[in-house]
């Protein structure tokens, strides 16, 4: 995956996507380009494996374009079982359980990605709690956003398979 350097357009258009995330009144603008210190920025190329079956995960990435696809591994294939667009969270789950991964990570057409990695977001722990805690707060939002999408499914199945009259 394509690690990209961060030019100053890059840093102001990601603190303010990231400003969209967390609440800016609790945060300065400094705080949020400090957070982009603990960051990389990746463009994976369509298709590209983000994270695979059977890793733990040592980075959790957020969208910031395209999409990062979930694929379910089939006996002969994939099928795609989700999508995660931009303003949301990839890979959290296996980052903080730190279980296998169960699904692969695919990057869709033209993503990028803010990733952050394991050892960073330990350095973010001890040196900017602030910016841990609200971290924390995004990805419990993600994984909020993630599971009302799969209950509205699950219940849009379950009508188109046990309705009545048919």
């Known amino acids: 995956m394509e690690r990209l350097t961060f030019t100053p357009e890059d840093r102001e258009a990601l603190a303010h996507f990231l400003g969209q995330l967390v609440d800016t009144t609790i945060l300065t603008r400094r705080e949020i380009h400090d957070f982009l210190d603990y960051c990389d920025l990746m463009a994976p190329k369509k298709g590209e494996v983000i994270a695979d079956i059977g890793q733990v995960g040592e980075s959790l990435f957020f969208v910031l374009e395209g999409q990062g696809c979930l694929m379910a591994q089939l006996p002969e294939s994939e ?12 890979g959290e789950m296996s980052f903080f359980d730190r279980k296998p991964r169960e699904i692969r990570l695919r990057a869709g057409e033209d993503t990028r990605l803010l990733r952050i990695s394991r050892a960073m977001y330990n350095r973010l722990r001890l040196e900017r709690p602030l910016l841990a805690v609200l971290l924390l707060e995004v990805a419990i939002i993600s994984l909020d956003h993630l599971y009302r999408r799969t209950s509205s499914e699950m219940a849009q199945i379950n009508r188109y398979m046990y309705r009545t009259g048919r």
């Open 79 to 90: 099928m795609e079982i989700g999508k995660i667009m931009p303003g949301e969270m990839l």
